[in-house]
Each structure stands twice: as structure tokens, then as C-alpha cells.
């Protein structure tokens, strides 16, 4: 399913087959700026309701251990092991939203970072 963009302040409300064991509930939270009223299992793991059923794929999976950070997002959250139910009526950043009103100071640091590196780099070293 292509994720489609929903204007700020608007309820996207997304039905996904239950999986696992938890009961069947509606969670509501933000992401990126926008609210999201989900009807799935509460216990699927955060980055699994971002990927595939919102289809937000900036956040990827490394470990699936929170160990090593590749999934993480609001506030250094680890969403590989973080279930949906804790993250009801808060606001969740990801990577697409860092950058939705222009570049970050953080990410031009990168570039920056990246891009000199880039430049000195040779093939073979």
C-alpha cells in the first residue's frame, strides 16, 4: 500500500490485521505533525506500525534488540522493542520529519561532514 500524504491536523485512520496476542484496540498518536488513529494489535512493535502500515521507511530495522540505534526515533525511542500501546497520544519524529521544513542543523552538519570527507576520499583506501 503507497503511502499517501495527509494535510497536518487531519485523523488518518489506518484497519491492519491483529497480530500476535494483544487485544484488538485504537491507539491515537502523532507522527511527524499529523495524527494517527491506528486499529491493530497494541503490542506490534512501533517501527512495524511506521514501515508497514504507514508506510514510513526512513526508520529502519538494524538489530531488533535496541542495541544498535537504526530505529530510532522522538527522543533516542528504540521502536524495534517499543510496543504501540506506550506511545498512545504522543508525538513521534521520524528521519521524513526532521526535515519537513528544510534541512536540520544536524543533517547540514552531516553534509557537511559527509561532503568533505567525500571530496579527500581516494578508491582503494
Given at each position: 500500500?503507497?503511502?499517501?500524504?495527509?494535510?497536518?491536523?487531519?485523523?488518518?485512520?489506518?484497519?491492519?490485521?491483529?497480530?500476535?496476542?494483544?487485544?484488538?484496540?485504537?491507539?491515537?498518536?502523532?507522527?511527524?505533525?499529523?495524527?494517527?488513529?491506528?486499529?491493530?494489535?497494541?503490542?506490534?512493535?512501533?517501527?512495524?506500525?511506521?514501515?508497514?502500515?504507514?508506510?514510513?521507511?526512513?526508520?529502519?530495522?538494524g538489530?531488533?534488540?535496541?542495541?544498535?540505534?537504526?530505529?530510532?526515533?522522538?527522543?533516542?525511542?528504540?521502536?524495534?522493542?517499543?510496543?504501540?500501546?506506550?506511545?498512545?497520544?504522543?508525538?513521534?519524529?521520524?528521519?521524513?520529519?526532521?526535515?519537513a521544513?528544510g534541512?536540520?542543523?544536524?543533517?547540514?552538519a552531516?553534509?557537511?561532514?559527509?561532503?568533505?570527507?567525500?571530496?579527500?576520499?581516494?578508491?582503494?583506501?
Open positions: 500500500m503507497p503511502h499517501q500524504r495527509v494535510r497536518p491536523g487531519a485523523v488518518e485512520r489506518v484497519r491492519t490485521p491483529l497480530r500476535g496476542s494483544g487485544d484488538a484496540s485504537i491507539i491515537h498518536f502523532t507522527v511527524n505533525g499529523v495524527e494517527r488513529s491506528v486499529d491493530s494489535d497494541p503490542e506490534m512493535p512501533v517501527l512495524w506500525y511506521l514501515r508497514d502500515v504507514l508506510g514510513l521507511r526512513g526508520t529502519k530495522f538489530c531488533g534488540v535496541a542495541l544498535c540505534g537504526a530505529c530510532t526515533v522522538h527522543q533516542a525511542m528504540r521502536s524495534c522493542v517499543v510496543p504501540v500501546r506506550v506511545v498512545e497520544g504522543t508525538e513521534i519524529t521520524t528521519i521524513e520529519g526532521v526535515g521544513k534541512l536540520h542543523p544536524a543533517q547540514k552531516g553534509w557537511s561532514i559527509t561532503c568533505r570527507s567525500a571530496a579527500t576520499a581516494r578508491p582503494g583506501r
